[in-house]
């Protein structure tokens, strides 16, 4: 299983419309609005690293309203 949270910067007031998109993600276990530096983080969750990176590029950095991402992924150690 590859996890990532994804942080996201939108445009101003875009907040809401993004995590609604982020919603019918199918990959994206949760998403929760912030307040600070970022304005919305998403939990992705998917069965290998390339099918998370591919949902991130493919389907999360393309939602309108979306003006930067910062991408963690984790690691088992």
């Known amino acids: 299983m590859a996890t990532a949270f994804v942080l996201i910067t939108t445009a101003p007031g ?3 419309e993004v995590s609604q998109a982020l919603d019918n993600i199918e990959l994206v276990t ?17 069965e290998d690293e390339f099918t998370l990176t591919r949902i991130i590029v493919e389907e999360i950095r393309p939602i309108n309203g979306i003006v930067e991402t910062k991408t963690l ?4 150690i």
Not at 30 to 38: I, P, S
Not at 40 to 46: D, F, G, Q, R, T
Not at 73 to 76: L, T, V, Y
Request: aromatic letters at 12%; hydrophobic letters at 45%.
């Open 14 to 16: 875009r907040e809401k």
């Open 30 to 46: 949760k998403r929760w609005m912030l307040f600070g530096e970022y304005d919305v983080i998403a939990k992705v969750e998917a």
């Open 73 to 76: 992924i984790g690691a088992e």
